[in-house]
């Protein structure tokens, strides 16, 4: 029996999130996105800890920006969405949605959610039963669409929530009391929504990070991925509507918010 990974949340800038995986059986580390090389490295070599693979979720320089003094110091295999490869980092291995690769001996499946920006992509360890999504869904949220449309997001949204119930969902930014203040505006009445609110706003009084969460407490309290629903269709008044045009008109919303 192999150890699972260690997974380390590690902010950076003024509100983002990084992710390290490390091997303690084989010394390996591998990271997530790399909006911050200093604060990166800082944490790395605070633990001893060196560096053998970037995964990369999409193009945004507050999630690539660290590449390359990473690259310097460390060397590391670089790896992101073939569909990116003209605005990302150089990369050693290109991957695309239904193709596996190995991160420190794990197995990754990664998706295609386009949505926040087309070729994004969510990489999916199904034995360590995490996903990390950066700026597809978040916590109590999702990414603005700044290059997909709504329909995009909403199919990307339902690859996401098809994952076990069990998954942790690693996403890209600290914004979950903002987005419980919103998702709330649209079902004011959920109860696991509002102890849910509750819980994010006495982590942020201590600066504790609301991410990783869960994915079942996204299905209970995100309004994304609850379009679907009648309770919700009824509560932005579309009673009946499809869920990708339901979608569309709380993202709308979450823009004017």
């Known amino acids: 029996m192999t150890m699972p990974l260690e997974i380390v949340t590690l902010p950076c800038l003024s509100d983002n999130y990084a ?13 997530v996105d790399a909006p911050d090389a200093g604060a990166i490295k800082t944490e790395l070599d605070r633990r001893g800890w060196g560096l053998d693979q970037i995964l990369l979720t999409h193009h945004h320089w507050d ?20 569909a990116d490869a003209h605005r990302l980092p150089d990369l050693d291995l290109a991957v695309k949605e239904g193709e596996t690769f190995s991160c420190l001996g794990e197995e990754v499946n990664v998706l295609d959610v386009s949505g926040h920006t087309v070729g994004h992509i ?96 996204e299905l209970d309290t995100n309004p994304f991925l609850r379009a679907h629903l009648d309770s919700v269709k009824d509560a932005v008044g579309m ?10 008109e709380i993202r709308a919303r979450k823009d004017r918010f």
């Open 19 to 31: 992710f390290l995986l490390h091997n303690a059986e084989t010394g390996g580390t591998a990271l």
């Open 63 to 82: 999630h690539i920006d660290g590449v390359a003094d990473l690259q310097a110091a460390y060397d590391p295999q670089i790896v992101g969405a073939s």
């Open 122 to 217: 969510a990489l999916h360890f199904p034995a360590l039963a995490a996903v990390f999504t950066a700026d597809s869904l978040m916590a109590l949220g999702c990414g603005r669409l700044f290059e997909g449309t709504p329909a995009q997001m909403w199919q990307s949204l339902q690859k996401l929530a098809a994952l076990p119930d069990n998954t942790t969902v690693y996403s890209g930014h600290e914004y979950t009391e903002s987005n419980a203040r919103f998702a709330l505006s649209i079902e004011p009445g959920n109860i696991a929504l509002q102890k849910r609110s509750a819980a994010v706003h006495s982590a942020r009084e201590k600066d504790h990070p609301t991410v990783p969460s869960q994915l079942q407490e």
């Open 239 to 248: 009673a009946g509507a499809p869920a990708a045009e339901v979608f569309a």
